[in-house]
């Protein structure tokens, strides 16, 4: 187990002035089976009136408005957080199912389907959900196997992709950012059987944000994470705030405003160890 520091800021320039400014907002990680989270700062500015909820996946988010004129938009979200991820974790068992389907970010293309064959001729298809067979593969080896090749696939070269790209392009490209690297390890995964669930978070030593994978063992009913685009497990230098499909469902920063402004953002995280000094403040 690590106790963690972290500060998120996002800051949003326009070019002129707008107004009617709504936004949702999934920064703020939440309290889970996981990682337990001590929110001590949380600054919105400007905003007139906000509100909290969850979206259909559980993720926390702020949503709110602010209709006055303004040229710059603000967030910093600060806390603590005690996570303790050890050989694994279980998640309600309907995510099992869910996390299966691919989404149109994650869809497996026939360039992908003969790069994973191997793994699912071999060991995936061995297994059968409801059989109570066990082939004797091990399945963490397996997946740390096939996340190695996707890190030895691709070379991590930002402003290659967008938002939109697609784990198929990207896998054609062979280059992208975290979120490909996780679009292309989900996108495998389920083509196998293999349940995987996109996440978005904060880790130890990145400068932005950043987003891995979950995939579940389903013989044992748990979960795994790991980081494709840093050929790792998941430890507990990891703090995420969202899971979902792909990443469309964990946008940090969504809004719309009137206004005929562009607009430009910077995201700045910083995520370190709890120093001692930092006890009662």
Known sequence: MKELYFDYRMHSGFSTYITDHSFTLKCIPPSDEVQQIKIRK??????????????????????GNSRTAHESFDVEVEGYGKVNRQEGYRWDETKQKI?????????????????????????MADFREGSGEDCGWDFKNAIFALMESVYHHMEYCPGTTDVRTSAAEAFAKKKGVC???AHIMIALCRYCG????????????????????T???????????????????????YIHVSRGYDASDCIMNKGVYQGFATETQDITVVVKERAVESEGK
């Not at 949380?42 to 949503?63: L, Q, S």
């Not at 992908?112 to 060991?123: I, L």
């Open 42 to 63: 949380e600054n919105i500015t400007p905003v007139e009136w906000m509100a909290e909820g969850r979206d259909a996946f559980g993720n926390p988010y702020i949503y």
């Open 99 to 123: 996390y299966c389907f691919p989404t149109i970010l994650t869809t497996c293309v026939e360039e992908m389907e003969a790069f994973v064959r191997p793994w699912k001729e071999q060991w």
């Open 179 to 181: 979120q490909d690297y």
């Open 194 to 213: 293999v349940p995987a669930a996109y996440v978005a978070g904060y880790m130890i030593g990145e400068g932005a944000s950043h987003a891995w994978v």
């Open 215 to 237: 995939v579940c063992d389903r013989r044992n009913g748990l979960w795994y994470e790991i980081d494709p685009t840093n050929d790792r497990w998941v430890d507990d230098g």
